[in-house]
């Protein structure tokens, strides 16, 4: 195993995105040697068995070819698996059917040797490896590989070539794009035999180089032993994995790009127009470029030279600029024959011009139409995706594409710049600008006829196509567009198929997903050309089959179904574009096999889907190959032939030998009463030729038991495999995870820087503009409630003011009437208060008045005692007892008090000052007796009064 591990260095693990490029690489060298030893099983047997048929005439032969491939027309069935275990599992089967077969044919006369022969050739057939004659100048090819002109005899016939799909191969200076150590990116690993052929050498980094053939061992290649400088072989051996490859042409590394336009692109656009004698309308063309990443794809279509990096620059656009690709070109020869034709008196033709791009499975317009104002539709939103369509009639087109009328070539290479910046394109490891999209440039030729064509349709045609509709007859019937018909060419800039690992597409993920969906779709263009290969009728060495031809399952293939069918796919050339770079080899040997399926691909048939779909109605149960080559064997078996069953144990001898009646009444078919006239064999005696036969048996047998032995190697190796991939896969995963993970914190970081910087960095940014308006009418709605709030409360509070005011002014009336009633009630008392007073003042000065009198008689008594007795007035008490009570001093009653009250005289009623005292509160009675505090009375000083 540890043999194996150099070729590990160079598989590519499946990508996260799943793709699985590089692992059929890892097992070539088991299969080489499984497969050659088939081969040499299958040429032995079918040396024999050749031999055995010497005698049989050669009209006999072609007649049972012809019968053989009549059964093969009918051979496609449904849908099939071809996995490599049905694979072996029906070529073991077949090949005990067929030992079965040769000894009961080696007992049969010259005839039945013919029907060996059959059944070694639908062996080949069935394990689909055409034996490739040595070419004695060249070194042997590689085995398993079907090349298609090597064998002599079997190069196409010129009306086969024609047939043929257009396949050209472009090679570009070598370059070594990622300057690996020890690989000399000027060497070139493709040889250029003829304008037609190359030869490939696999260098010693590449998948291919890995195991040298020393006579019948394999040995394992070290450096020392691997390919010499100039890539030629080495002296221990045949270096497996030297290739021989055919296509229509094949352009070197100095070929320029006139001559690729001269020989590719200029026939396509000369059928795009009328015939000139006949006046039939010309043909639609569709021109592809294929490769991987910096093979020269986007340098074949578009080329350079017509950029201009000023708007003053001044280009001048009557002749080619070396360096134009296809497109500008084209654009120069469309143009000039538009308007030869246009000052002739034919149909008058225009040119409209449109672009668009795949890119992740979607459809832009890559020339939108701008809108009054400026810029293209639906600036905000993003561009705007466009949708494929197809007519009634099963014309394909995109819906909304626009179409630009074009009368001059400067008009047209702007348009082809702007579509060129429009496009999506991005730096890689390998390309520093990449296409990360199919891009295709559709030129359409318009043809107006009769008195309203002289090309006034052309400017309502202008216009997006939007009112396009799937009925194709709309073109030449409504309105404007009547008595209009196009021709369109499409120029295609197929995405370069890549391997992640080398671009650096693993460390991004949009660019992950861009590689993916590209490999993709590059990947279903290719299972469409196999299964279109499936369909076509073959002579020998096809797989048996065919299911449907999935063009619809992605949008390239979808838009390239006509071209590859109907009757305009003879006018589909496919350039494909190889770097011959030692560190490209793996990748350029997958396109170079691809390209050598679709050189292969017939283009005759209209409808391959069409055909599949009766034979599937046909066809209830579901036939697989191993029974369809049964069912053949059975129809070419001496036994069937007569008409007896090929278990059939009656000896041959004593059958009828040559009884078409028998064969008739059994409902045998009727072909073979052609074979069985039998003729003796001449040369070798038919027990020489079945000794042989008997021989070859045994080798086969021992051989048998040497391919299981090799197979079993072979599924331990890929299991081996598959577990250093899934290893590194696991690795490889685990990497990403980490990365993800890692960069899932530095974006949630980034976010949260970009939160905090957003509010200062709001103006300039579109986005953040729209934010701040957002914010700022959430701040005047904010505003405006708050002002529907403040006044809501001032209303609130008005209300509330004047229910306190009413509660309030109703207290104090309250108040007002109580006071008002104390103070009547303290006026009364007053009142009488002052009635009393003024009674007991005249009381008062009654007594002072009588007080006086006896005062006045005391002392007239005291007088007349010291006059008459003076010595006993000394003896005498001088503060003497009043012994006289007055005669009014009565408590007077209340009614004599109000009257004295009233009569008396109010200036009696001094201030208490005058008399050295305060004022005081009249009180009401009924409050002294509360003991209320406040002793003041709301009236204030209105009833002071003396106390
Ligand atoms: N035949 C050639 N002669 C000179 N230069 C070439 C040739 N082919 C390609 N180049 C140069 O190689 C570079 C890559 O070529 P280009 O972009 O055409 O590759 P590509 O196949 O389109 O790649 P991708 O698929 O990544 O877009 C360009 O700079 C181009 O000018």
New binding site residues.
């Given amino acids: 195993m540890s043999e194996h591990r150099d070729d590990l260095e160079t598989v590519a693990p499946p990508s996260p995105a799943g793709s699985r490029t590089g692992f059929v690489f890892s097992v070539p060298s088991e299969r080489c040697r499984v497969s050659s030893i088939c081969q040499s099983v299958d040429s032995r047997v079918f040396a024999a068995t050749a031999a055995a048929s010497d005698g049989v005439e050669e009209s006999k032969e072609a007649e049972i070819e012809s019968t053989e491939e009549a059964a093969e027309d009918d051979f496609s069935s449904p849908s099939l698996n071809n996995t490599r275990m049905e694979m072996e599992d029906e070529r073991l089967d077949l090949n005990s059917v067929l030992s079965g077969t040769m000894e009961e044919d080696a007992k049969q006369e010259d005839g039945n040797a013919v029907s060996v022969k059959n059944l070694s050739r639908l062996f080949e057939e069935n394990d689909g490896r055409a034996t490739a004659a040595a070419n004695p100048t060249r070194p042997p090819l590689a085995p398993g590989r079907a090349n298609l002109k090597t064998e002599e005899g079997t190069a196409p016939t010129k009306t086969e070539e024609e047939k043929l799909l257009s396949v050209y191969l472009?090679i570009?200076?070598p370059?070594s794009a990622e300057g690996k150590e020890g690989v000399d990116g000027s060497i070139s690993t493709i040889e250029v035999l003829s304008d037609s052929t190359i030869r490939t050498y696999p260098p010693l980094t590449s998948n291919a180089a890995k195991v040298v053939r020393t006579g019948n061992k394999l040995v394992k290649m070290s450096a020392s032993k691997s390919l010499n400088e100039e890539g030629r072989n080495s002296d221990e051996g045949e270096v497996l994995g030297v290739k021989e490859y055919n296509y229509s042409g094949v352009f070197g590394?100095s070929?320029t790009q006139k001559e690729i336009y001269e020989r590719i692109g200029a026939p396509l656009v000369d059928g795009l127009f009328p015939e000139e004698k006949s006046g039939e309308l010309g043909e639609s063309a569709l021109l592809f470029t294929l490769?991987?990443?910096?093979?020269?794809?986007?340098?074949?279509v578009m080329g350079?030279g017509f950029e201009k990096k000023k708007k003053s620059d001044k280009i001048d656009y009557s002749t080619h600029h070396k360096d134009w690709g296809i497109i500008p070109r084209s654009l120069h020869h469309v143009l000039s024959r538009v308007n030869n034709q246009n000052e002739s008196s034919g149909p008058k033709l225009q040119l409209f011009m449109s672009y668009l791009e795949i890119y992740n499975e979607q459809i832009y317009d890559l020339l939108p139409v701008k809108t009054k104002q400026s810029g293209p539709k639906r600036p905000i939103l993003g561009p705007e995706t466009l949708k494929l369509r197809e007519s009634r009639r099963g014309r394909i087109f995109v819906r909304g594409l626009a179409r630009h009328p074009v009368s001059n070539v400067q008009q047209g290479l702007d348009l082809a710049e702007e579509a060129k910046k429009n496009r999506h394109?991005a730096s890689?490891n390998?390309?520093?600008?990449?296409?990360r999209s199919h891009s295709i440039c559709q030129f359409e030729i318009a043809y107006y006829r009769g008195p309203g064509g002289s090309g006034k349709g052309a400017d309502s045609d202008a216009e997006a196509s939007e009112n396009e509709t799937d009925d194709d007859s709309s073109v030449s019937s409504a309105g404007s567009r009547k008595g209009r018909q196009s021709t369109i060419i499409w120029i295609v800039?197929l995405?370069?198929s890549?391997r992640s690992k080398r671009t650096g597409a693993i460390s991004h993920t949009r660019h992950q997903k861009e590689a993916a969906l590209i490999n993709a779709s590059l990947m279903n263009l290719m299972r469409c050309l196999r299964e279109m290969l499936n369909h076509q009728p073959k002579k020998r060495g096809a797989k048996q089959g065919a299911g449907v031809v999935p063009f619809r399952e992605s949008k390239l293939t979808h838009m390239f179904m006509n071209h590859l069918t109907g009757p305009s796919a003879s006018r589909t050339s496919m350039i494909v574009?190889v770097n011959p770079a030692a560190d490209d080899f793996d990748e350029t040997q997958h396109v170079l096999s691809y390209a050598t399926t679709a050189r292969s691909v017939k283009v005759s048939m209209v409808d391959y889907n069409k055909k599949h779909r009766i034979l599937a109605k046909e066809s209830n149960v579901k036939l697989s190959p191993l029974k369809k080559i049964k069912e053949l064997v059975k129809k070419f078996s001496p036994q069937k032939r007569k008409g007896t069953d090929l278990n059939d144990s009656k000896p041959a001898s004593k059958r009828p030998r040559n009884d078409a009646a028998a064969t008739k009444r059994a409902g045998g078919p009727v072909v073979t009463k052609k074979i069985l006239p039998a003729r003796p064999a001449s040369g070798r005696s038919q027990r020489d030729v079945l000794d042989e036969v008997e021989k070859l048996r045994e080798e086969n047998f021992t051989l048998k038991i040497t391919v299981d032995d090799l197979e079993q190697q072979l599924a331990d190796c890929e299991s081996e495999v598959r577990k250093e991939v899934v290893e590194i896969m696991t690795e490889q995963l685990e990497d990403s995870k980490e990365w993800y993970e890692s960069r899932i914190e530095s974006l949630k970081q980034q976010l949260k820087s970009l939160h905090t910087s957003n509010s200062k960095q709001v103006k300039g940014d579109s986005d953040a503009q729209s934010r701040v308006n957002e914010l700022y009418e959430r701040i005047n709605e904010c505003e405006e409630e708050m002002t529907r709030m403040r006044e809501e409360h001032e209303a609130e509070k008005a209300k509330e003011l004047l229910n306190l005011t009413n509660l309030q002014v109703a207290e104090l009336e309250v108040n007002a009437l109580a006071h008002e009633d104390e103070l009547r009630a303290e006026r009364e008392e007053k009142e009488k208060l002052l009635m009393e007073n003024g009674a007991l003042k005249h009381q008062s000065e009654e007594l002072r008045a009588s007080h006086d009198a006896l005062l006045a008689k005391y002392n007239e008594l005291v007088a007349r005692l010291q006059r008459d007795s003076p010595d006993t007035f000394d003896s005498i008490d001088p503060e003497p007892t009043c012994e006289l009570s007055s005669p009014n001093y009565h408590k007077l009653p209340r009614e004599r008090c109000s009257n004295v009250a009233s009569t008396a005289a109010p200036e009696d009623i001094k201030s208490p000052k005058s008399k050295g005292k305060k004022w005081g509160f009249l009180r009401s009675p009924a409050k002294v007796a509360a003991g209320q505090k406040d002793n003041r009375s709301p009236l204030g000083d209105v009833n002071r009064t003396d106390s």
């Fill in positions: 472009r570009r200076p370059v590394p070929s490769g991987v990443t910096n093979a020269g794809k986007t340098h074949t350079t394109t890689n390998i390309n520093a600008a990449s296409s800039d995405a370069g890549e574009n």
